[in-house]
């Protein structure tokens, strides 16, 4: 990385805040899963709650992209730590009814979505255009350290039940976010513009819409966040149908957060070398195949390959998502942009779980997870199309 380019003061405490967010929100949604079997939820029950993390931040993604724009990225980011607290305050109290996990889940969620839009837009406070890719990948790669954790964290505690005990996970989560909430105040609001001019004026939505290839990027970025949800959410419920510990359910949630780490490692070399287009199709492939080697066999041995395979792929893919929306975005709409990636994401992880929950239902966890791979697999062919045209 360029030294007049790389700005480490703000990257290294942003990173740390990033694992630790993403620690949070891992624990936090695996422990929501345990919670709901412990208190005997139906699997259409079970959707809605994984659907309601989505729920508000729908509807709030653009507007909070428009106010990032104006340089309050790390406003966002302090907004979201506070809820995050007030979220896995409910879960570790009050937590004893489907409407209640419903509710908080709500909460952690709109929190979720002010820390992602706020790290997003900070991501690219601590690079330049030469070290951008590199400063995304490290950015990346600590999230997927906190995602190894949080599940991590999840196996050591259940040790060898079938399900993990969520009192105490909740108050770990606690105190997780009340941490996140005090190193969220390291990060400092943007400095106003020199000379008092004003920013200039970010894109309207039509125009975003209309910037070519854009659409089918954040289409794409919508199916492989989402698919790393429903990965995360039903899980132990396939562990419960199969018989497998809790132990070993958090144990293959770390595997596929270290394969994701390993691939984000080496994620700007790889794109120098394969190209953007040729490596976010075939990113998408793998995670399709790790979700069908997950239907097909239920070996342990099998099941970690697949993970690891599906944390490879998924890993880069997102990645890669990320860059080419900052990539193909106008510079004066990029917190808009992001915020609209945010925005299909929420709305595939709101509609997909809850169609996935009916889906279960009827036919299954399996199920869930072999519609995902046909997704992954249509995504892969839509993106690899629009982004050949454009060149590597």
Known sequence: MAA????P???????????????VTALTRVTVSYRSIELDLSVAWYGAISSGYALLPIFMALPLGRWIDKGRDAHAIWAGAALTVVANLGLWIAA???????????IGGVGHLCLMAGHQMFALRCSGPVSRESVLGHYMVALAIGQML?????????????VAPTQPLFLLALGAAALTFVCAFTMPAAPAPQGGK?????????????????????LASVMTVTAMDLFMIYLPLLGAERGIGAAHVGFLLTTRAVASIFARLFYARMVAVFGRASLTVWSLIAGAIGF???????????????????????GLAVTLCLSNVVELAPVSARG?????????????QFALPFLAGLLGAAAGVGAILAATAVLLAASALSVGRSLTRRGP
């Open 336 to 348: 808009t942009a992001m915020t609209m990636r945010l925005t299909g994401n929420r709305i595939g």
């Open 4 to 7: 007049s380019d790389f700005r």
């Open 9 to 23: 003061r703000l990257l290294i405490p942003f990173l740390l805040h990033s694992a630790l967010f993403q620690l």
């Open 292 to 314: 069908v080697a997950l239907v097909l066999s239920s070996s342990l041995p099998v099941m970690y390959a697949a993970v690891v395979l599906m944390g490879f792929g998924l």
């Open 150 to 162: 949080g599940p991590m964290i999840v196996g050591w505690t259940a040790g060898s039940a079938a």
């Open 96 to 106: 004893d009814a489907a409407w209640l996990l419903l509710l908080f889940t709500v």
């Open 198 to 218: 004003p920013a200039q004026a970010s894109a309207t939505l039509g125009e975003l819409v209309r910037v070519p290839g854009l659409v089918i990027v954040i």
